[in-house]
Each structure stands twice: as C-alpha cells, then as structure tokens.
C-alpha cells in the first residue's frame, strides 16, 4: 500500500492538472469574450462546453469496470487521459486568438476545447475513484482539501496566469506553457503503484448502464433511507445559485472597468489564492466540527458573499466609482467561502460513496452538481441581459436563502 504523504502527492497533482484548462475556459475565456464586445448571452452559451462533466456519469460504470491490471485499474485511465490533454493544449497552441472570427476556426477551437472537457471528465472519474478507494474515512477530508486546492492552483495558472501572460507573451507561448505543466503534473502518477485488489473489487461491482433494471437497483440506493433521500436534494439544489450566478461576476469585473492584468493577477489569482486558504481552512475546521454543521454554516457564509457581489451590481448601475481594492477583497471572500463550502460537499459525497462503486458513486453526484450548474449557465446571461446585474443578482441572492432549507431538513434528519 503507498504511503499516505505519496497518496496526497498524486491526488493534488491530478486535481492540479485537471484544474488548468478548466480555469481557462471557466475563468479566463469569459474575460476574454467579454472584452471582444460578445453579449452575456452568448457567453453563457459556451457553458456547451462544459458538458462532458455534466454527463460523465453515463461512463463512469465503464472505467469502474474495465481496467488493465498491470498497469493499475485507474492509472490505465488516468495516464492516457493526461498524455491526450497535452496533445489537445499544443494544438490549441497553433490556432491564432485574431482567427477565431473565421467559422473553421472557430469550429476547430470548439471541438478541442469540448474535447479538452471530455478527456478531463474522463480522468476526473478515475482520479476520483482512486481516492474513494484508498483514502480511509479520517483521512477524506485532506484528500478533498488537496482536491479543492490543486484545482484552485490549476485555476491560478490556467485562469488568471493566462490573462496576466497574455498581455506580454504570445497566444502559442502560453498555451505551450499550460501543456508543459499539466505533463509536469503526470510524473507522479507515473511512479505510483496502484494496489492490485481495486481491478477485482470494481469489475465485479460496476453497475451496467445499458441494464435498465440494473440502473434503477442503482438509483434505488439513494432512497433507501430517509437522509439519502434528503440528501439527493442537497445535491440537486446546491449549485442553483452558482449555476445562475457564475457566468456573470467575471463579466461584472470587466463592466467595471478592470483590465485584463488587474483581473488575471487580482481577481483570478488572488481569488484562488483566497481559495487555497479557505480549503485549508475547511479541512482542518472538519477535525473538529461536523461535516452537517459545516456545510450549514458555510452557506450562510455563502449567501453573505452574493449579498456583496448584488452591492457592486447596484454601484455599477447607480454608475458608481468603486475602489478596485474593494472588488478585489468582495471576490477574495467569495471566492474563500467557496472553497470552504466545496471541501466539505466533496468530502460528504465521499463519505456516500459506497468503495464497491467508487468512481460511479461519486461521479453520479457529482454530475447532479454541474448538471443543475452548467443547465442554468447558458439560461444566466439570457436573463441577466433582460433584468440588468442588479436586479438579477438581487434575485439569485434571495434564492440563496430559500435553499438553505433543503440542508436543514437533510441535517435534522442525521439527529
């Protein structure tokens, strides 16, 4: 069995390398659009892109279920998926930035990024998998901790690094770099051993997802009891709000009147710095404090943070000046109370997930997530353009409160 400090190596790195392209196309790619004069609405519908994570659950059972043994049921996934990123990053490398108006152009660098996600779904199961199966209950909490803050890197680099970059490098140069990484990044899983029994454990587990019989025994897990139950409901209305209000704070900043350096470097990269903090934050609060109680009062904290960002929505129409050190510090907190609020929510999925299923288990929920997340992406800048920043923001801030009330009744359920 690897030694636990070796375990945690592999899993940041594997959440690091997933977290780079990802933070360019969820933090970076909306700057830039914005900055081009593309509407809300159209940059919400390039949430299109972030299908594969949404839908992954449809190939979970498969990587649960096949493997091959000699190379480590998951690394056999992982390894191939994150040689494949790299082949797409050098790619995207070639395409000019000034092209992307030309529709074959446009259309190629759809298709590598949709394909980026795919690859990234793919390894995101298994590297998920690998660690319901080997992290044992005392030790979820720093897994998920280094899951939420190597992917918080990932969005340091691959976000608000490439932005920064992009004002005195070329559009190939940092592309090359962000391939050079997440191939950095691969070395560890290279020389991990994965234990032999986990190919065993999920060939015979994985549920078949052409059975329908098999599907709804499946599902029928998550009703068994009365928590479950609630608990599926947690799961289906957490990220409302950020599915609502995600596609717009970056464009808000630009709105604003920040450039691009001051959002790569103070909004993006302070932010998920800001982010690597509440993580670690959350997984030392969860050696003491209740896994229930946390997510209860981290989304309270959460609520705060839109309340803030719904202020600097109502400066921006009242046509206001705000200090930028002041949107800086709103997007930090934010961006802390987020990662707080994700570290326990992964650990909680974790914790249902049953080791007989592991990578199906946790990307089932998982993909309840940013399935409800990536539906109300596209649907955020329609509305958001009908109603204006404050009016849409003010709404979404209040709903945030209504759904307090499904973790309440999952919590009071545990007493």
Do not use: C
Not at 95 to 110: G, S
Not at 113 to 121: D, H, I, P, R, T
Not at 306 to 328: E, F, M, R, S
Request: no cysteine; net charge positive.
């Amino acid at each position: 069995m690897p030694s636990t400090p070796r375990l945690y190596l592999v899993l940041f790195s594997l959440y690091w390398a997933q977290g780079l392209p990802v933070g360019f196309m969820t933090h970076a790619l909306p700057v830039i659009l914005r900055a081009q004069g593309v509407s809300l609405a159209q940059i919400g519908g390039f949430g299109l892109l972030m299908l594969p994570w949404s839908i992954k659950v449809f190939w979970a059972p498969w990587v649960d279920r096949f493997g091959v043994s000699k190379y480590g049921h998951y690394r056999s996934w992982i390894i191939p998926s994150q040689l494949f990123s790299v082949l797409l990053l050098i790619f995207l490398s070639f395409l000019p930035l000034q092209a992307l108006n030309q529709p074959e152009y446009l259309l190629a660098f759809f298709v590598a990024l949709f394909s980026l996600n795919l690859v990234g779904a793919t390894q995101d199961i298994a590297s998920d998998a690998l660690a319901v199966s080997m992290l044992k209950n005392q030790q979820q909490h720093w897994g998920n901790m280094l899951q939420v803050a190597g992917s918080r890197l990932g969005f340091i680099v691959g976000g608000g690094a490439i932005l920064w970059a992009l004002d005195w490098l070329q559009w190939q140069s940092t592309f090359l770099m962000l391939a050079a990484l997440v191939f950095l990044n691969t070395l560890p899983i290279l020389y991990f051993k994965e234990p032999q029994q986990l190919k065993s454990r999920q060939t015979r587990a994985a549920p078949d997802i052409f059975n329908k019989h098999k599907i709804k025994a499946y599902v029928a897990y998550f009703y068994q009891t009365r928590y479950l139950a609630l608990w599926l409901w947690v799961l289906i209305s957490f990220k409302i709000t950020d599915g609502l209000s995600g596609p717009l704070l970056k464009p808000l900043m630009v709105d604003l009147g920040l450039s691009f350096s001051q959002i790569g470097i103070y909004v993006t990269m302070f932010g998920a710095l800001a982010a690597l903090l509440g993580a670690a934050l959350a997984g030392l609060s969860l050696k003491y404090m209740a896994r229930a109680q946390a997510l209860l009062i981290f989304s309270v904290l959460k609520v705060l943070s839109l309340a803030a960002y719904t202020w600097l929505a109502v400066q921006y129409q009242a046509q206001k000046t705000v200090a930028a050190g002041l949107i800086y510090l709103i997007n930090a907190a934010e961006d802390f109370i987020s990662a707080m609020l994700l570290v326990v929510m992964l650990t909680l999925v974790m914790q249902y997930s049953r080791q007989a299923h592991a990578g199906t288990d946790f990307t089932f929920q998982v993909a309840i997530l940013a399935t409800v997340s990536g539906a109300l992406y596209s649907l955020s800048g329609v509305l958001a353009d009908m109603l204006g920043y404050a009016n849409y923001l003010t709404m979404i801030t209040g709903l945030a409160v209504l759904l307090l009330w499904p973790i309440l009744r999952w919590k009071n359920s545990l007493a």
